[in-house]
């Protein structure tokens, strides 16, 4: 079910709203008039975003959140709908990664980026159920990445908690309709790799520079998907054709596409740079309200690469194709 609102009347909570995706969605909303309740650890950060969105024609509300604390979680949605009145859709954005190796990632690196990407969602749609209920209904989008359906080394703690979200939406989606609550509608966006900050945030534990695996596409796209969930929900939506592509060889072939992908992204994922151990901001704050990492150069590739994954997944269709075919005759032998 789409809000019961137009956009325009309409209040929405995004966290992880002070870089990246968070931020182009609340800029997208912005736009439309909506009014955006922002939410993240930086305050500095959510309030540039804030003024930002003020520009732009939108109403916002910061709530300084750390969504791995239910009782703020549940803090942020009830200062959401007293400073608006109600609560009309979610969105759980909020990630944080660690890159390394599974057995190097310290063990309470690893724990964190579970407690704030899936837990942190947990507590998100626990506290925005009762809400939209009494909105007469409403959305919840979450942001589960393409690394919710495939899988690439070195993010073994981000992959876990994307394949454990993009679950969790699936086993709440049919509790709603078990009972009668279809008036609420749970969304997952799987975007391909996308020019944010992200990967200059992640904690690091590979020994080298950390960088998107190409094509790489601007959080606009993104936010632009999300926007449209809010209008026309769906179970779930791809943001950028490569993520679709990519899904689309997975379920084909799926122990070709996760060797494939193994070797692509072992190749591309890491810079010529030499990098100290850090921890990234995986215990603390340090968005700045930017949209964009700076990968401009990178999202150049977007075409070339898009083109031969398109490629290789038609590849893959027929070879499987071609398999299935070969069984089917010598079984029919």
Same mark, same amino acid.
């Given at each position: ?28 909303l912005?736009? *439309?008039?909506?009014?955006v ?7 500095a950060?959510?309030?540039r ?12 509300? /910061? ?15 009830e ?5 608006? $009145? *109600? ?7 909020a %990630? /944080? ?6 057995d ?16 942190? %969602? ?5 506290a925005?159920?009762? =809400?939209? $209920? ?7 989008v ?16 981000y ?7 993009? $679950?969790?939406?699936?086993?709440? +989606? #049919?509790?709603?309709?078990v ?15 996308v @020019?944010?900050?992200?990967f200059?945030? %992640? ?31 769906? +179970? ?6 490569a ?5 689309? #060889?997975?379920r084909?072939?799926? %122990? ?9 992204? =072992? *190749? ?17 704050? @340090?968005?700045?309200? !930017? *949209?964009? $990492? ?6 150049? #590739? ?6 031969a ?14 398999? !299935? ?7 029919r032998?």
């Amino acid at each position: 079910m789409p809000l019961s609102r137009s956009l325009d009347a309409a209040t929405v909570v995004i966290t992880g709203a002070s870089s990246g995706i968070g931020t182009a969605t609340a800029y997208a909303l912005a736009r *439309r008039g909506a009014a955006v309740v922002l939410a993240a650890r930086s305050e500095a950060a959510l309030g540039r975003v804030a003024q930002r969105c003020a520009e732009l024609g939108g109403r916002s509300l /910061v709530v300084p959140t750390d969504v791995t604390d239910a009782v703020s979680v549940e803090r942020l949605a009830e200062r959401a709908a007293t400073g608006f $009145g *109600r609560i009309d859709a979610w969105i759980n954005n909020a %990630a /944080v990664g660690a890159v390394g190796l599974f057995d190097e990632i310290p063990v309470a690196e690893f724990r964190r980026v579970l407690e704030v990407n899936l837990l942190g %969602a947990v507590h998100g749609i626990r506290a925005a159920l009762p =809400h939209l $209920g009494a909105a007469g209904g409403g959305v919840v989008v979450n942001n589960a990445s393409m690394l919710a359906e495939v899988a690439m080394p070195y993010q073994s703690a981000y992959n876990a908690t994307k394949h454990g979200l993009r $679950g969790l939406a699936d086993t709440v +989606r #049919q509790e709603l309709r078990v009972t009668g609550r279809s008036n609420i509608s749970i969304c997952t966006v799987l975007p391909a790799t996308v @020019d944010t900050p992200f990967f200059r945030h %992640a904690a690091n534990h590979s020994g080298r520079e950390v960088l998107p695996p190409p094509p790489v596409y601007p959080p606009e796209m993104v936010a632009a998907t999300i926007v449209r969930l809010l209008r026309r929900p769906r +179970r779930e939506a791809y943001a950028g054709n490569a993520a679709r592509l990519l899904g689309l #060889q997975w379920r084909l072939a799926p %122990a070709l596409a996760e060797r494939t992908l193994g070797w692509y992204t =072992h *190749r591309t994922q890491f810079g010529p740079g030499v990098r100290l151990e850090s921890t990234g901001n995986v215990f603390r704050a @340090d968005a700045d309200g !930017r *949209r964009d $990492g700076g990968w401009h150069g990178r999202r150049r #590739q977007l075409v070339r690469m898009t083109a031969a994954f398109g490629l290789a997944a038609a590849g893959t269709a027929v070879g499987t194709i071609a398999a !299935r075919s070969r069984r089917a005759r010598t079984e029919r032998a």
